[in-house]
């Protein structure tokens, strides 16, 4: 039995009220009309006066009735079944970064399960959603596994807070697909002859000094900015200057702009000042750090609004950090957590609230009828005449 | 099946619940055991099977060897009086205003005594009512419908009221009675006990059938009030307080010596007595009462007489 109001049995207080009844309503006698006093033989006056409880099963059937009144409010619930149902939903990420045998895996915790499901998507937001729909409607010691490659703006704590609260969060890793390099045209001319590094974007026949592999798209664009920026990192100078690149569509890019600050360096006016204004939108300071907020999404021209930066920063120190491309571990393990048992609200579980006021009532009929076959002689007798 | 106290004493016409309870008392009886006993002889007839055997005339068969079976002619009937009760203690239990309706010594002793009086009308004998309430009511026994509708309107007018004097009612009725009669006293007699023995003695004496119905109701024989009681005496208006608890025993005790004081007395006297308690049917209380008196001295030296 579980009591979701405890705060109800407060109310027991209220048993003091039938007993204080009992014991006043004896200090004053009623006047009863008789037939005769003539057989009646008067008792001393001290005995009344004493406190006493008189017709203690009336009073136990009072206080029983406040009781059951107190436990009905503080929402009593049987519970059906001590364990709780363990449910584990698998979203796996069949976008094309992830590997592909990815389904395969076996989860850790699912052979003891109660049911184990799996929802394969693409999009893994559309996947929370729709696994947060089921659990709402199956309560129960419930964990969600989500397997992806975590890269950037795929998931964020604000996804995961649609998942009931007491649902927990396992979060698997699996390798990025490895495929072969694509080639990025808009990079392609671009070369960095002052620091004796090259790096050469495009066609094969021209024996790049640096490989990225990656797929189209922004995340592509943020692994080459990196590869690029330590292709020219001076090793020998040592002296860090940090710029993050950050694409128009990149999901961290309100935020990031809400919580920057004028640059304030003279290398940041000079990286400013010696990119296209076309492709570079501001230069900000985030944390401290230089952040490139780019004009448009395009490789082409992010690539050329990087290909401007770098020589500028080479003038000075090197780029030593850019915006990664995948979610960090760190961060996924501050979203993981573990599984409690469901509320008792969403528990499988018996309302017993209304077997005590039916009680209660019951109780309440069976005064009524103790009142009227013990109601003394004043009332039986009363003369109203 | 029996009637409810409750609801005869609930009937507003009193004739109706007279008449009510005595036709259903009548169940199984074959005659009137208060029928007259002033007859007097008429004439032989032969004897036939089923003849009663008392009004055989034994000297005629020694004489002739011949059956014959005296017939009589009532020339006379009984006077009778009720004697109804209507001091303010008869007005016990009132009405407590919640579920059944409780039925008051007045009440029950009402529908008794116009039972008694419709039966004895109705047989053609003459009935007549002595009460007190307030006033005196003194209705003098005459035969006739008419009367006993008027005897009865009379009755039900009654309202219990002051203090018994159960004494000097039936002084009053033996009085009204200028030969020998019936005196039906219908009374919880919380009275002068001296007093109405001597004018109970004092009707038997005169050769009165005197009959006492002792009213008690059932909370007055239990004394169920619970706690401390302020008793109010609804004919003094005495008060006295005390713990209904601890003076319960005592209280009965002593109420069962008086009924067992009254009892005697009735004995001692040749009374007819019976307890009449407000929870037993009416028509239960008239049909015992009836039976009984069919095995009463009284009744049977009243049919020797008539036989003589």
């Known amino acids: ?385 | 099946m029996s009637l409810d106290p409750a609801v005869v004493a609930a009937i507003e016409d009193l004739e109706f619940a007279a008449r009510r309870i005595v036709e259903s008392a009548r169940t199984g009886l074959h005659r009137s055991p208060l029928h007259g006993f002033n007859a007097e002889f008429h004439q032989y007839r032969a004897y036939r099977p089923g003849d009663d055997l008392r009004h055989l005339d034994w000297k005629l068969l020694a004489r002739t060897d011949r059956l014959y079976t005296r017939q009589f002619r009532e020339t006379t009937s009984l006077d009778a009086v009720v004697v109804l009760d209507a001091s303010a203690s008869m007005d016990f239990p009132g009405p407590n205003g919640r579920g059944k309706p409780a039925v008051s010594k007045f009440r029950y002793a009402v529908a008794i005594g116009a039972a008694l009086a419709w039966l004895i009308s109705s047989q053609g004998d003459a009935v007549g009512l002595v009460s007190a309430a307030g006033s005196d009511v003194v209705v003098p026994p005459r035969r006739g419908r008419a009367h006993l509708r008027a005897l009865l309107a009379r009755m039900a007018k009654l309202t219990p009221s002051g203090s018994a004097g159960i004494a000097g009612l039936t002084r009053r009725a033996a009085d009204l009675l200028r030969k020998r009669g019936a005196l039906l006293v219908i009374s919880d007699f919380y009275d002068d006990e001296d007093a109405a023995r001597r004018e109970m003695a004092h009707a038997v004496r005169r050769g009165h059938d005197v009959t006492m119905l002792q009213t008690v109701a059932p909370q007055e024989i239990q004394l169920d009030a619970r706690g401390a009681v302020r008793f109010a005496d609804l004919e003094t208006g005495a008060e006295i307080t005390l713990d209904a608890d601890a003076a319960r025993l005592d209280y009965r005790a002593a109420l069962a010596a008086f009924l067992e004081r009254t009892r005697a007395l009735a004995g001692a006297h040749g009374i007819d007595y019976r307890l009449a308690q407000t929870s037993t049917p009416p028509d239960d209380l008239l049909r015992h009462y009836l039976l009984r008196r069919g095995s009463l001295p009284m009744a049977a030296a009243a049919s020797a007489k008539a036989g003589r």
Do not use: C, Y
């Open chain 1, 1 to 385: 039995m579980i009591w979701t109001n405890p705060l109800a049995w407060l109310g027991l207080a209220a048993i003091a009220v039938p007993l204080l009844v009992h014991l006043l309503s004896r200090q004053t006698s009623r006047a009863v009309p008789f037939p005769t006093l003539r057989f009646l033989r008067a008792t001393p006056v001290v005995n009344l006066r004493r406190r006493r409880v008189s017709d203690i099963p009336l009073l136990l059937v009072r206080a029983a009735i406040v009781a059951l009144a107190v436990a009905a409010l503080a929402q009593p619930h049987l519970t059906i079944s001590s364990a709780p149902d363990a449910n584990h939903i698998a979203i796996i990420d069949t976008s094309a970064s992830v590997a592909r045998n990815s389904s395969r895996l076996i989860f850790p915790g699912s052979e003891t399960a109660t049911r184990m499901i799996t929802i394969e998507r693409k999009d893994l937001r559309g996947a929370l959603a729709e696994a947060a729909t089921w659990l709402r409607a199956h309560p129960g010691r419930n964990t969600v596994l989500v397997v992806s490659d975590f890269r950037r703006g795929t998931l964020d704590a604000a996804r995961f807070a649609t998942l009931p609260a007491e649902t927990g969060i396992s979060l698997l890793r699996v390798p990025t697909l490895t495929e072969p390099p694509a080639r990025i045209s808009g990079v392609s001319s671009w070369s960095i002859e002052g620091l004796r590094t090259r790096a050469t974007w495009g066609g094969a026949e021209d024996a790049p000094d640096i490989e990225v592999a990656a797929r189209a798209g922004d995340a592509a664009i943020a692994a080459a900015i990196k590869a690029a920026a330590l292709a020219t990192a001076p090793a020998a100078t040592g002296q860090l200057r940090p710029v993050t690149f950050v694409m128009p569509a990149s999901p961290q890019r309100a935020t990031l702009l809400a919580s920057s600050s004028p640059a304030n360096e003279p290398w940041m006016f000079a990286l400013f000042a010696a990119m296209d204004a076309r492709r570079v939108e501001s230069v900000r300071v985030v944390d401290g750090r230089a952040t490139v907020f780019l004009e448009s999404d395009d490789p082409a021209t992010a690539a050329a609004a990087i290909g401007e930066a770098i020589p500028a920063l080479a003038l000075g120190p090197p780029v030593q950090e850019l915006e990664p491309m995948m979610i960090p571990d760190e961060e996924l393990r501050r979203l993981e957590r573990a599984p409690q048992p469901p509320s008792v609200a969403e528990r499988p579980s018996v309302w017993m609230g209304r077997w005590f006021w039916i009680t209660a009532l019951l109780l309440l009929a069976v005064e009524g009828l103790m009142r009227r076959t013990r109601a003394p002689a004043s009332e039986a007798h009363a003369h109203a005449a």
